[in-house]
């Protein structure tokens, strides 16, 4: 997302790039003094660098991508960035948590995240829902809203949407879409319920999964009960998928997207690209995908942890009329609010 970001200012502005954690495949990922050690020297030395580009280009306006809510994470902010961004112009930091308010709410964090309001001009949001989470601390001047943008590798045309629509005219059979991490918090095993309770109607359909398994048991039990239910003709994990181009072909050939994630998510780019080919969206009433899809227009939104509403949703779609106007509208949403063009005027709107 952060490199998204720099693509799309770079084409109206000189953009800087500092990337601070381009040392974490140095740091093994184990527990140890020796590995915490290794991490704050090389936060010593990102910020070090930081400082000199801010002294190399003086009163330049900082996108901070990273502000952290996590305990850890906020003290090295405070220790290492911030002091690095001094003799800067104005900062903003964008964030990406869902549950940054919680920086403010926790005691052992409120009274330094008060410093950190003190030294930036403004915190960006990726929606309005997850702005108003921190609004008992965070004034509306310094409340900032920009969506997430795509890169253009996933972005769909008209025409492509155009032949979406009319392939989807002639196939009976519902193709369901699910991709995230394959974490139980995202809901996957949901969908896998949601989509037994689709057979036991007789309700034509397959499921691809798209996403990296966590743990091992996870997988495990996730393929017991496709065997158990006795889905496997239907049911594919395809793991982890890093072509940006498989991606939007997976989204285009999809009928419905479904996220039931019942994290507190920032705002999932893969509502986004699904709204940009045209599928309408499954998701729950949780965190920043609140106000990503109206109930009813571009998708239908559910109650988390609730597999019978999630195949009641994707029930509606054996109507192409309602599956049409809920594309159509999908598919309008992002051009209104998701768009490159839509994003990059409120970028500028804010920093010019």
């Known amino acids: 997302a952060t490199e998204r970001l720099a693509t799309l200012l770079a084409s109206s502005m000189q953009v800087v790039r500092v990337n601070l954690r381009e040392w974490e495949d140095k740091v093994v990922d184990v527990k140890g003094r020796g590995n915490m050690m290794q991490k704050i020297g090389a936060y010593r030395k990102a910020a070090r660098r930081l400082k000199l580009v801010v002294k190399a280009n003086p009163g330049a306006i900082v996108i901070w991508t990273a502000p952290s809510p996590e305990l850890m994470g906020h003290f090295r902010d405070l220790l290492t960035?911030?002091?690095?961004?001094?003799?800067?112009?104005?900062?903003?930091?964008?964030?990406?948590?869902?549950?940054?308010?919680?920086?403010?709410?926790?005691?052992?964090?409120?009274?330094?995240?008060?410093?950190?309001?003190?030294?930036?001009?403004?915190?960006?949001?990726?929606?309005?829902?997850?702005?108003?989470?921190?609004?008992?601390?965070?004034?509306?001047?310094?409340?900032?809203?920009?969506?997430?943008?795509?890169?253009?590798a996933v972005v769909c045309s008209a025409e492509e949407v155009g032949q979406k629509l009319a392939r989807k005219r002639v196939r009976g059979k519902l193709k369901i879409l699910f991709l995230s991490h394959m974490i139980q918090e995202k809901g996957y095993l949901d969908v896998l319920e949601s989509v037994r309770l689709l057979q036991e109607k007789a309700i034509a359909c397959e499921v691809i999964f798209v996403g990296q398994w966590m743990a091992e048991e996870d997988k495990l039990a996730f393929e017991q009960k496709v065997a158990r239910y006795k889905l496997d003709a239907i049911v594919t994990h395809l793991g982890v998928v890093r072509d940006r181009n498989k991606i939007k072909d997976l989204q285009l050939e999809a009928d419905v997207f479904v996220l039931p994630s019942y994290m507190v998510e920032g705002q999932p780019l893969?509502?986004?690209?699904?709204?940009?080919?045209?599928?309408?969206?499954?998701?729950?009433?949780?965190?920043?995908?609140?106000?990503?899809?109206?109930?009813?227009?571009?998708?239908?939104?559910?109650?988390?942890q609730n597999p019978k509403a999630i195949a009641e949703a994707v029930l509606q779609y054996q109507s192409y009329e309602t599956w049409q106007a809920h594309a159509e509208a999908a598919r309008k949403r992002y051009l209104q609010d998701y768009s490159a063009d839509q994003v990059l005027k409120k970028w500028l709107k804010l920093v010019s």
């Open 270 to 304: 893969t509502i986004i690209e699904a709204m940009s080919a045209g599928s309408p969206v499954v998701v729950s009433n949780v965190g920043g995908m609140i106000g990503m899809i109206e109930d009813g227009k571009e998708g239908f939104v559910v109650e988390p």
């Open 81 to 152: 960035i911030l002091p690095a961004l001094k003799g800067a112009g104005k900062i903003y930091g964008v964030i990406h948590w869902g549950r940054f308010s919680r920086l403010f709410s926790n005691k052992r964090t409120a009274l330094t995240a008060k410093i950190l309001l003190n030294r930036v001009d403004g915190l960006v949001f990726l929606n309005e829902n997850r702005a108003d989470d921190c609004h008992p601390w965070v004034v509306a001047e310094t409340r900032l809203v920009v969506p997430n943008v795509l890169d253009e």
